[in-house]
């Protein structure tokens, strides 16, 4: 199973801010989700990124607003833009296992406050 | 618009009895469908998944029930363990890589 750590685990800021998450994975991996979850709400997919081409954003989400890097195989950033009390939230980093079909295992999320 | 529903955000269990946890979606073209356990402070992490060609998979002591014709799926936990105490989320997909959740329903299993 790939290990993924997110760098930082928490942090709080102010608004109009940016924050930058880090998502290292311990392998090369294609695919790259990058997830949201508001308090008491469902996960909710952000962006794929793939290393090599611009990320697919969800219906919701810009690129202005959540811009990503996908610099090699094993590592992502999303930058939080110009934040919101509303982008409080836990922000994850996923992979495809390749094992099974349509497992993603999760990085520990990065839990962000905006005052 | 919602298209995975957990309608109970709690359930408390007994030690040794058995978990149902619920799910609902709405939207037909789903062929897949997986369960997450998240602990606090940690990522979800697989549990179980069944595609839409089947009823039922079974992984231990966990069974996921899948009905098609009422778009519902249950998770079911036999014996619960204190240690199955978390947030249990469903997740869904179409014949893509992209995984829609529910909000979750958090499981509390006491002695």
């Known amino acids: 199973s790939a290990v993924i750590s997110q760098k930082p685990s928490r942090d709080i800021c102010q608004r109009g801010t940016s924050l930058t998450i880090q998502c290292q994975v311990d392998s090369q991996v294609t695919m790259m989700f990058w997830y949201r979850q508001q308090p008491g709400q469902s996960l909710t997919l952000i962006a794929t990124a793939n290393q090599g081409s611009e990320a697919t954003y969800e219906s919701g989400f810009v690129i202005d607003k959540f811009p990503i890097s996908r610099p090699n195989l094993t590592f992502s950033t999303l930058t939080v833009s110009n934040m919101s009390p509303e982008d409080s939230s836990i922000y994850l980093c996923s992979v495809t296992s390749g094992r099974i079909y349509n497992e993603q295992f999760f990085g520990p999320g990065t839990r962000l406050t905006v005052l | 618009d919602q298209q995975v529903k957990q309608n109970s955000p709690s359930l408390s269990v007994q030690e040794g009895r058995i978990s149902i946890l619920n799910c609902d979606y709405t939207n037909s073209m789903f062929d897949y469908f997986l369960w997450y356990k998240k602990y606090p402070a940690e990522g979800p992490t697989f549990l179980i998944s069944?595609?839409?060609?089947?009823d039922k998979n079974e992984d231990g002591r966990f069974t996921v029930f899948l009905n098609k014709s009422a778009k519902h799926l249950s998770l079911h936990i036999v014996p619960s363990q204190p240690g199955d105490s978390a947030v249990y989320f469903c997740a869904a997909s179409a014949n893509t890589d992209k995984l829609i959740f529910g909000t979750g329903t958090r499981l509390q299993v006491f002695p």
């Open positions: 069944i595609s839409s060609i089947k």
